[in-house]
């Protein structure tokens, strides 16, 4: 399998403070790969330096080998990475096609045309994709007045939107209940399995990280402790002190969900 | 308060009001100011109009038909102001259009009536542009021009011995005419005269003690002040303050005007020679029957204002009376060299350039009562100080 | 060195009643985030009552109580204030307050006059203070000196006051957050009554402090509101020790620039504030706004849909009924529909990038004065025909909205708006100073359209073509895949950024193109009036733009049209009245508390209630 995304050294500092020290990794084509650690392990830092809302102090994130360090969003976007948020980022004004259509409005390059209805632009396209996450029957209704459950399947058909390589999904289950959780990721799972889509995703829940991921990373402390599958990272004795031996670090909610 | 009631209201007003202009027959001239926005100009200028409509509708009013005014507040825009001089002529059937005290309003109402080919007196509008630079065949202006009055006051200068003068004047076309034109009438009279320093506060945002202490920093001899209503009045108060005045001239446009005189009170600058209006030292004669007739109408002392209301009716009275029709072809060849009898006594618009002949008074300020008012005053006739002909002629476009 | 010392004395007394005014603003908008353009006013109230009392009062004792009772009674005048007007609408929109408060202005300068007359009032001197000591030489007025002793004591009872007292920590944290200051259990209501009396009264005791250094004018409410924005904004919002520097600083800057550049003082402040913008965007001490302060607070704003069938036949029913008004109507009422048209072409261009950008601009009569400007400038130097002059004024307006927009779209919220404010002041003062070239406030006259349009009739139907063009094309433009993307720029700058949409460049794109259509909509005005003035440039003119944005509608696409003709025709009547002012701020005040989501929106929602309009449908 190809490296898709290769992330050496990466490290961020806030004003001394070092939330990412050293960090490198790979994401091989086709795989499922998540990203977990307790609370303020520097998750959210890493996946924000990925995609480019925040700017590494040293290291070098490469995308099927170009570098892509410091690049902005959009641009990591253009080149094939989507992204869902651990809180939503929808467009509240738009319906649920709508927010779709825009996405793949800017993919096909067409954010500047003054003349078109926008409404009416790869209307079918955006039902496909919601179909395929079951919200074929929702489309026409406010994104505003969304369950939450069902924002982050909207979400899902966003990132899908301009036939991402990379997924990078950030808590994608995150305050769902645990059988909506199972079935999101399911779906995650199955849509990413056709279309050979790689995934990058951080979770509290351990079912559904070890349910879906063929590969789990451990972040404690802003340093990578332990990357392989995951029997091996249950096996691997600096996770088990993480999150067993310290206990303080890693509470029974989050393991637990 | 209930909006669907106060529209209502409103409404019912409006139609009261275009109701009562209907039903009877007289001759109505549309009448734009800024009422509200200028309150404190504006509202003596009304009474003077409505003083001589009274008088000139007891007499039997024009052509035997009853003189009347239609007012209308522009809110100080000039295209409000266009607007409204449309409706009057095209839909209230005003025969002509006076009014403003703004220049700007007036410009614009002045560009209106030349190219919709009605009449306009500009009243009060300062600017000398309306009747030279920009002036047109269907514009007449009454008022004194700025020129003028920065003439009448240079003349003054002149006789005495300071040379270094300094001059403060609201940052606005009105201010910038009234400094340059003293400037030149006074350079002309004296050559060797300087002009230290020249400051330029914003209208009505003076900031007056640092104004104060620019000028006294200059040391001029002598000051040519040409800021009014608030910003005179912290301008004197800060120049009292720190002695800015003593022994310094100074030269004042309007400021003897007891729209400006008045509200300052005690604290009157003596000594200051300006232009103004002193009512209250009128001989007998028509200029005192106006002063005694607008106080028992009123209530009220007059302001410069009144008087220019006043005038206007009347100007507008002889102008329809002489035309003997209110068609605007007849009355324009009637304006041309028309002769009023006002408080000022003859006046007449001058074929030239449409300005009027109204002059000015000229004097010193000194304080009785605890108030100040003008001594050793003279009535002035504008044309001595006038530019010649042929430069007023090489002003005006080609007609 | 004496004149100078004295110069920095005379900025800091300047300071001391512009800090009291700035200082009470600030904190309202800290606290209720109400934009109280009404603020000028209480000021006034302050000068007026204070000087009332003083002429009762004897004494010192009478002086300084009358300034203190002065500042009382304008609080209370800001509790009824609060009370009656903007407590019913709190939970409209963002913003939506200002046009309350623009209401309460017209409301209270007819009061003014109708209780004090028109007259200028000079203020009476303090007893005891009248002289002068001379410190090196210069003299420098005792009453300065006593402003200046004050203006710390004020600075430390305020600061006293929000970080000793209960109160005072009530009014920090609302500053920080409000919902958790609501969730809490403190009574909302009465925080903010407190806070309105407050800031009120620090504006009555400006008011009534400067007398002896001025005095009492209707002008005033007006003249000293622009300075007392730009010393908050410059602060920073909501922070008082900002206000006070920003207070110092502008007062100083002002003194210094009248000794040495005389005629800067139109413009001074606002390069202060636009430097200090582009340097630090949330003022000296300001810190960043938290989201949602872009008129989107409230009720999420529905889906938009083009008109439906029922639509577009009632739009095509105007028209039509518009284009043969010259068969039916009289030429007064040509006249004023295409004031009303050229008005509403105006006020849709703000509403784009008001609404569907969330972008509030204090200052787009810069692009409409601007074009209209650019349209006579070609007409007067250059003798360009009309034709060609008209198409100048919508690419005139667009350059200066490119060039103004790089500067500003860096900021958002309240900064953006200050920032756009303080540009258009700029340009006013550019077309204002530069008497050459463009007449100054004399204007630019006799810029009359061709022969072919002279007549009013042809005028009218050219201005309804092209205004009316100009209003579907915005329209139009709200629902094509740009208007979608400005849309989503103000949704969620992340999402957007996170699916390709560079946010900067589509909200600089949108401010131009607004920028043009108000340029349109000027080169239809000026060849209307057949002259132009700065007038048109004026923060009022941005004002009333914004006021019938909000009053239509903000969160409608309708809005600005519907309310811009409602505006304009309601002023025409109400004119003709003595006190027009009065009648119209209540109408103003009466329409934000009856449709607090402006006409549009409450007509939608009662149409819904009533069944007339389905639900999340109807025309909008």
Known sequence: ?257 | ?399 | MGLLIAQLLTGLANAAALFLVASGLSLIFGVTRIVNFAHGSFYMLGAYIGLTLMNILPGHVGFWGSILLAGIAVGLIGVVVEILVLRPIYRAPELFQLVATFGVILVIQDLTLMTWGAEDQLGPRAPGLRGVIRILGEPVPLYDLALIGITPFVLFGLWWLITKTRLGVLVRAATQDREMVGALGVNQSWLFTGVFFLGSALAGLGGAIQLPKGGADLLMDFNIIAAVFVVVVIGGMGSLPGAFIASVLISVLNVFGVAYLPSSTLVLMFVVMAIVLTVRPFGLLGREEVAGEHGQVGEPERPIRPFGLTGRLIFGAIVLALALLPLYGSPFAQVLITDIVIFCLFAASLQFILASGGLVSFGHAMFFGGGAYVSALAVTYADTPMELAFLLAPLGAGLIAILVGWFCIRLSGVYFAMLTLAFSQLIWSLVFQWGEVTGGDDGLVNIWPAAWLSDTTAYYLFTLLVGLGGIVFLRHVIHSPFGYALRATRDSARQAEATGIDVRRVQWVAFAFAGMMAGLAGGLFVFSKGSIFPNELEIAKSFDALIVVFLGGVKTLSGAVVGGAFFESVKDWLTRLEYWRLVLGLVIIGVVIVAPEGIVGTARRVGERLGLVKEGEGTR
């Open chain 2, 1 to 399: 308060m209930n909006p669907i009631r106060t529209l209502a209201a409103a409404a019912a007003a409006v139609l009261a009001l275009s109701g009562t202009g209907l039903a009877q027959d007289t001759i109505k001239i549309g009448e734009i100011n800024h009422y509200k926005r200028m309150a404190a100009f504006a509202e003596p200028y009304r009474k003077g109009i409505e003083l001589a409509l009274e008088q000139i509708n007891a007499d039997g009013g024009v052509l035997g038909k009853p003189l009347e005014f239609v007012f209308r507040d522009d809110d100080g825009q000039p295209g409000d102001a266009v607007r409204i001089a449309d409706e009057l002529m095209t839909r209230d059937g005003t025969v002509m259009v006076t009014g403003s005290i703004l220049s700007n309003v007036g410009l614009a109402i002045s560009s209106l009536a030349a190219q919709k080919g009605f009449i306009y007196l500009a009243a009060e509008p300062l600017a000398d542009s309306l009747v030279w630079k920009a002036g047109n065949p269907y514009t007449f202006r009454l008022r004194t021009s700025t020129w003028v009055q920065a003439a009448m006051l240079a003349e003054e200068a002149a006789k005495t011995d300071a040379v270094r003068y300094a001059t403060i004047a609201p940052n606005y076309a009105y201010g910038t005419d009234a400094v340059e034109a003293f400037k030149a009438a006074l350079k002309k009279l004296k050559p060797e005269v300087e002009f230290v320093t020249e400051q330029w506060p914003a209208l009505f945002k003076i900031d007056a003690g640092a104004e104060v202490q620019a000028l006294e920093s200059s040391k001029p001899d002598a000051i040519f002040n040409v800021t009014f209503g608030s910003d005179l009045a912290k301008f004197v108060r800060e120049g009292n303050t720190r002695g800015l005045f003593d022994g310094r001239q100074v030269y004042g446009m309007l400021t003897g005007e007891p729209e400006y005189l008045d509200p300052l009170g005690d604290e009157a600058p003596e000594g200051w020679i300006v232009t103004g209006y002193p009512w209250y030292d009128l001989p007998d004669g028509p200029g005192k029957e106006f002063v005694d007739a607008y106080q028992a109408e009123t209530g009220e002392t007059p302001k410069i204002g009144s008087l220019v209301g006043y005038m206007t009716a009347q100007s507008i009275a002889a102008l329809i009376t002489k035309a003997g029709s209110t068609e605007t072809d007849a009355m324009l060849a009637a304006f041309e060299d028309l002769k009023v009898e006002t408080p000022l006594g003859e006046i007449t618009y001058r074929g030239l350039d449409h300005q009027s002949t109204m002059g000015a008074y000229v004097g010193r300020i000194a304080l009785e009562d605890d108030r100040g008012v003008m001594v050793d005053w003279d009535y002035r006739s504008p044309e001595p100080y006038m530019p010649s002909d042929e430069d007023i002629t090489a002003m005006r476009p080609a007609e």
């Open chain 1, 1 to 257: 399998m190809s490296v898709i995304l290769k992330v050496e050294h990466l490290a961020k500092s806030f004003g001394g403070v070092k939330a990412v020290t050293d960090v490198s990794f790979e994401v091989r084509a086709g795989e499922l790969k998540a990203l977990i650690g307790p609370n303020g392990a520097g998750k959210s830092t890493c996946f924000n330096m990925l995609m480019g809302q925040l700017k590494p102090s040293s290291g070098r994130v490469s995308l099927d080998g170009q570098d892509i360090t410091g690049h902005s969003p959009r641009d990591v976007w253009r080149r094939g990475v989507g992204r869902t948020f651990q809180i939503t980022g929808t467009y509240q004004s738009m319906t649920v096609a709508e927010n779709v259509q825009m996405a793949l409005i800017s993919h096909h390059r067409k954010i500047y045309s003054f003349l078109p209805r926008a409404h009416r632009m790869y209307r079918e396209e955006a039902l496909a994709l919601l179909a395929l996450v079951g919200m074929a029957d929702q489309a026409n209704r406010a994104c505003a007045i969304l369950a939450y459950g069902d924002l982050k399947r909207l979400e899902l058909a966003i990132a899908l939107a301009h036939e991402p390589r990379l997924l990078l999904m950030d808590e994608p289950t995150a305050g769902m209940a645990p059988r909506e959780r199972i079935s999101l990721m399911q779906l995650t799972a199955d849509i990413v399995a056709e279309r050979g889509i790689s995934v990058l995703f951080t979770e509290h829940d351990m079912d559904v990280v070890f349910a879906h991921s063929h590969h789990i990373m451990v972040l404690n402390r802003g340093e990578l402790i332990a990357d392989g599958t995951a029997a091996q990272v249950r096996a691997n004795a600096r996770v088990q002190e993480v999150y067993l031996g310290g206990g303080t670090l890693f509470s029974p909610e989050d393991a637990h969900g």
